[in-house]
Nanobody
C-alpha cells in the first residue's frame, strides 16, 4: 500500500501564491505517475495537474496552465504543486493522487489518494 499526505494549504489573497506538498510512504517503489485534483463545494472533482514517473511529462488543464507547476522529487518521495496568481475560483480541497502506471492521465482513476488540503483564495 501507499500513503499520501498533503500539506501547504491555507488562506491566501487573490494574486498570491501557495506551494502544496504531497509526501508518500509505504510501497513508494510502485508509484508511477502522480497528480493533483481539486474539488470545490457542490462541484465535481477536477483535474489540476499530472506528472509522469520520471518527471519528463506534465499535463495541465487550460484553467491553471501558466499559473500552476507540478514537480516531483523521487529521492524524497514527494510531489509539489506551485500555485501562482491564485484566483478565488481556485478555492477548493486539493487532493494528491498516485498511480502504478508511469503515464499521466486526467482521469480520476489513480490507485492511491490523499485526504486533501484546503486552499482558500480571498478576493
Amino acid at each position: 500500500q501507499v500513503q499520501l499526505v498533503e500539506s501547504g494549504g491555507g488562506l491566501v489573497q487573490a494574486g498570491g501564491s501557495l506551494r502544496l506538498s504531497c509526501a508518500t510512504s509505504g510501497r513508494t517503489f510502485s508509484i508511477g505517475a502522480m497528480a493533483w485534483f481539486r474539488q470545490a463545494p457542490g462541484k465535481e472533482r477536477e483535474f489540476v495537474a499530472a506528472i509522469s514517473r520520471n518527471g519528463g511529462n506534465t499535463d495541465y488543464p487550460d484553467s491553471v496552465k501558466g499559473r500552476f507547476t507540478i514537480s516531483r522529487d523521487n529521492a524524497k518521495n514527494t510531489v509539489y504543486l506551485q500555485m501562482n496568481s491564485l484566483k478565488p475560483e481556485d478555492t477548493a480541497v486539493y487532493y494528491c493522487a498516485a498511480d502504478r502506471s508511469p503515464s499521466v492521465t486526467r482521469a480520476s482513476t489513480y490507485d492511491y489518494w490523499g485526504r486533501g488540503t484546503q486552499v482558500t483564495v480571498s478576493s
